[in-house]
């Protein structure tokens, strides 16, 4: 008896090899591993992206919106990738439209 025969017994040794699973069971994987990665990742962005395009499109002179960079303004004008907005009296910026991230409710500027 040796010393390895200590450490692991030769019954276990000689255990038959590892069972490899079948390709069918890989396939099952990889479609349930695609499936939760559409519901936890792919669907939620594409939702987000869907309800920015109609706040975009929503967009009208006078509505009060907070830009991209946290700057807070009234539109002025719009253009077909560009808004004009006021961001205090006499100070106009235009922006590109996709910078805005919300519209506030109106009377929200007069109360800061």
Same mark, same amino acid.
């Given at each position: /008896?040796?010393?390895?025969?200590l450490i692991i017994s030769p019954a276990a040794a000689q255990a038959a090899p590892a069972q490899q699973g079948s390709p069918m069971s890989l396939l099952?994987?990889?479609v349930l591993f695609f499936a939760v990665f559409y519901?936890?990742?792919?669907?939620?962005? /594409?939702?987000?992206a869907k309800e920015h395009r109609a706040l975009l499109a929503g967009l009208s002179k006078g509505d009060e919106v907070i830009m991209a960079g946290g700057?807070?303004?009234r539109v002025e004008e719009l253009g077909e990738s560009f808004v004009g907005v006021e961001i205090a009296d006499g100070v106009k910026i235009k922006v590109q439209k996709n910078a805005i991230t919300a519209v506030l409710?109106?009377?929200?500027?007069k109360s800061a």
């Open positions: /008896m040796s010393l390895l025969d099952i994987m990889m519901f936890m990742a792919i669907r939620p962005q /594409m939702k987000r700057i807070a303004g409710p109106k009377g929200s500027l």
